[in-house]
C-alpha cells in the first residue's frame, strides 16, 4: 500500500507539480491558499511565476486591506509550528507551495503575518478593525505563554485594542527569534538570536537548543555594517562598543537572508521614526514605506 506522501514524493508527481512545466512556460493561473492570523484562509487565483509581491497585492485585496494596512503585513513560509520565515519579494510562492507539497506542516506553508517592530505605530491601528483582528488573532495563537497572563475577554475591536495595548508592554512583543545554530563567537555551544526594535540578542544556548545563562544584548547604534555570506550560508555584522575596535560576528543560520531582511525593516523603521521626530509617528507620514 502506498501513501500519499510517497506518491507525492515521486518522480512523475514532482515533475507534473513543478515550476518547469513546458506546456504551460510558467504562465498558466494556479490557486494559492493562503493562512491568515485569525486561523482562516484565503484563496487567490495568480499566475504560476508570479512573485511574492503580486501573490501578497492578490491576497491584501481578497481580504480588503487598504494600501495603508498592507505596509504592517507581508507573506510568510511556514517553517514549522514555531517558525515563520518572510518570504523575499522576488521569490515564487508557488515554487514553496510545490516544495511543502509533501512537508509534515499540515495545511499550507504560506501565511500571512505582521511585519512591524514598532509598538508606537502599530498602536496607531487601534481604531482599524482588519488590522486589530489580525494583531490579536496572531498574538492569541503565538507560543509565547507569558503573554497570556491576564483573562482573556471578547473579541471586539475596542476590546482587542486594549488587550494589545497591554501587551505591548511585555519583554518580547514585536519580537523575532530565530532557531537555534552557531556562531563563530562561541567554541561550543549555539546561540538563540532574536530581534526587536530595541535591540539584537543572542542568547547562548547547547547545540541542542537547550537556553543557558548567557545572553548578551547589542544596542543598534552599536552596529556598524552587516552583510549575507552566501557562500557559508551565514549572517554577518560588525558592531563596536566604547572604545573597543569593531568586531564582526558570524551567525551560521539557513535563514541569513531573513535575517538580513529584518535589520534592514529595523533600521527603515528606526530612520521613520527620527525623520518624523515625534513619538507616535506614521508610516503613511514618511512616503513610500513598503518593506
Same mark, same amino acid.
Given at each position: 500500500?502506498?501513501?500519499?506522501?510517497?506518491?507525492?514524493?515521486?518522480?512523475?508527481?514532482?515533475?507534473?507539480?513543478?515550476?518547469?512545466?513546458?506546456?504551460?512556460?510558467?504562465?498558466?493561473?494556479?490557486?494559492?491558499?493562503?493562512?491568515?492570523?485569525?486561523?482562516?484562509?484565503?484563496?487567490?487565483?495568480?499566475?504560476?511565476?508570479?512573485?511574492?509581491?503580486?501573490?501578497?497585492?492578490?491576497?491584501?485585496?481578497?481580504?480588503?486591506?487598504?494600501?495603508?494596512?498592507?505596509?504592517?503585513?507581508?507573506?510568510?513560509?511556514?517553517?514549522?509550528?514555531?517558525?515563520?520565515?518572510?518570504?523575499?519579494?522576488?521569490?515564487?510562492?508557488?515554487?514553496?507551495?510545490?516544495?511543502?507539497?509533501?512537508?509534515?506542516?499540515?495545511?499550507?506553508?504560506?501565511?500571512?503575518?505582521?511585519?512591524? !517592530?514598532?509598538? $508606537? @505605530?502599530?498602536?496607531?491601528?487601534?481604531?482599524?478593525?482588519?488590522?486589530? +483582528?489580525?494583531? &490579536?488573532?496572531?498574538? %492569541?495563537?503565538?507560543?509565547?505563554?507569558?503573554?497570556?497572563?491576564?483573562?482573556?475577554?471578547?473579541?471586539?475591536?475596542?476590546?482587542?485594542?486594549?488587550?494589545?495595548?497591554?501587551?505591548?508592554?511585555?519583554?518580547?512583543?514585536?519580537?523575532?527569534?530565530?532557531?537555534?545554530?552557531?556562531?563563530?563567537?562561541?567554541?561550543?555551544?549555539?546561540?538563540?538570536?532574536?530581534?526587536?526594535?530595541?535591540?539584537?540578542?543572542?542568547?547562548?544556548?547547547?547545540?541542542?537548543?537547550?537556553?543557558?545563562?548567557?545572553?548578551?544584548? !547589542?544596542?543598534? $547604534? @552599536?552596529?556598524?555594517?552587516?552583510?549575507?555570506?552566501?557562500?557559508?550560508? +551565514?549572517?554577518? &555584522?560588525?558592531?563596536? %562598543?566604547?572604545?573597543?575596535?569593531?568586531?564582526?560576528?558570524?551567525?551560521?543560520?539557513?535563514?541569513?537572508?531573513?535575517?538580513?531582511?529584518?535589520?534592514?525593516?529595523?533600521?527603515?523603521?528606526?530612520?521613520?521614526?527620527?525623520?518624523?521626530?515625534?513619538?507616535?509617528?506614521?508610516?503613511?507620514?514618511?512616503?513610500?514605506?513598503?518593506?
Amino acid at each position: 500500500v502506498c501513501s500519499i506522501r510517497v506518491i507525492g514524493e515521486s518522480d512523475i508527481m514532482q515533475e507534473f507539480l513543478s515550476e518547469s512545466d513546458e506546456n504551460y512556460n510558467g504562465v498558466s493561473d494556479v490557486e494559492l491558499r493562503v493562512a491568515l492570523p485569525d486561523v482562516t484562509t484565503v484563496t487567490v487565483r495568480v499566475k504560476k511565476n508570479s512573485t511574492t509581491d503580486q501573490v501578497y497585492q492578490a491576497v491584501a485585496a481578497k481580504v480588503g486591506m487598504d494600501s495603508v494596512t498592507a505596509n504592517y503585513f507581508a507573506l510568510f513560509e511556514v517553517i514549522n509550528h514555531s517558525f515563520v520565515r518572510k518570504l523575499a519579494p522576488n521569490e515564487f510562492p508557488h515554487k514553496l507551495y510545490v516544495q511543502n507539497y509533501t512537508s509534515a506542516v499540515p495545511g499550507t506553508c504560506l501565511t500571512l503575518r505582521k511585519w512591524l !517592530f514598532t509598538t $508606537e @505605530e502599530e498602536a496607531l491601528l487601534n481604531d482599524n478593525d482588519l488590522a486589530v +483582528a489580525y494583531f &490579536f488573532h496572531q498574538v %492569541r495563537n503565538s507560543h509565547l505563554e507569558f503573554l497570556w497572563s491576564a483573562p482573556l475577554g471578547g473579541e471586539s475591536s475596542s476590546w482587542g485594542g486594549w488587550y494589545l495595548n497591554m501587551l505591548r508592554t511585555c519583554e518580547g512583543y514585536n519580537e523575532i527569534t530565530f532557531p537555534h545554530c552557531s556562531c563563530d563567537s562561541r567554541r561550543k555551544g549555539h546561540v538563540i538570536s532574536a530581534i526587536s526594535i530595541r535591540h539584537f540578542k543572542l542568547h547562548a544556548c547547547t547545540e541542542e537548543g537547550q537556553l543557558e545563562n548567557q545572553v548578551i544584548a !547589542f544596542e543598534w $547604534e @552599536e552596529m556598524q555594517r552587516w552583510d549575507t555570506d552566501e557562500e557559508g550560508m +551565514a549572517f554577518c &555584522f560588525e558592531y563596536a %562598543r566604547a572604545e573597543k575596535k569593531p568586531r564582526w560576528v558570524k551567525i551560521f543560520t539557513p535563514y541569513f537572508n531573513y535575517m538580513h531582511e529584518c535589520f534592514e525593516r529595523v533600521f527603515c523603521e528606526l530612520k521613520w521614526r527620527k525623520e518624523v521626530r515625534i513619538p507616535n509617528f506614521s508610516l503613511s507620514q514618511v512616503g513610500n514605506a513598503s518593506p
